[in-house]
Every structure is written in structure tokens, then in C-alpha cells.
């Protein structure tokens, strides 16, 4: 539970100030946090992806991925994660592959403009 985006404030915050990363089923938005914070992650899945067996579906196909990643990254990220029409008809692996590649960029993205001489929004 403690791994859970919760409020629509870290919603904004994450999404507004954050790396992001799309592919075809999902796009992902992440930004760092302290390093004694716990890592964090949050879905949006909306009306579009499908009916709310199809929504719940995804989510907890994500929820899975995602529980993979905080396990090895327990501390310092927030993550937002918003599923895509394309995501109800995709196949676990796919949809697997999508959210880590995109995890990846995010990753990547967060630690190079948090290195040392680098300032500003990562975009």
C-alpha cells in the first residue's frame, strides 16, 4: 500500500514534472523523489481503454509489472502510468515489454538530469 500514487496533487506533480515515455500501449511519466521516500506507483486506465472488465484487466496486468520494478527499485521514484486503447487487446508480453522499455526511458532520462552540472525540467 505504501507503493501507491494516491492523491490527484502527485498525480499533477508526476505527470506535470516528469520524464515521459510512450509506446504503443502505454505512456509512462516518473520523477524522482527522495532517496529515503518509498517508490511509488500510480495507474490511470480510463473509459476509452474498454468496459470495466477489460479496464481491470489491464490495471492489474500492469499492477503485476510494476510490482516486478519496485521490488528492485524500492526507494526514490514516483511513476504514473496511463494505459492506451491498444492496451485492452494486447497480450501480456507485449503489454510487459511496453511498460519496462518505457520504465527504461524514464529511468534514464531521470538519472541523467539528475547527475551533477545538469538542472532543469526533463521533458
Known sequence: MIHRVRTAADFARTVRSGARSGRRNVVLYGSMTSDSA???????????????????????????????????????YDVVVRALPPAA????????????SCLAAV?????????????????
Do not use: M
Request: positive net charge; without cysteine; aromatic residues 6%.
Open 38 to 76: 518509498p517508490s511509488r506507483v500510480g495507474f490511470i486506465v480510463g473509459k476509452n481503454v474498454g468496459n470495466a472488465v477489460t479496464r481491470n484487466l489491464v490495471k492489474r496486468r500492469l499492477r503485476h509489472a510494476s510490482a516486478e520494478w519496485v521490488a528492485a527499485h524500492p526507494h526514490g
Open 89 to 100: 487487446d494486447s497480450d501480456w508480453p507485449a503489454l510487459q515489454k511496453d511498460f519496462t
Open 107 to 123: 529511468a534514464r532520462r531521470l538519472e541523467r538530469s539528475d547527475a551533477p552540472g545538469r538542472e532543469g525540467r526533463v521533458s
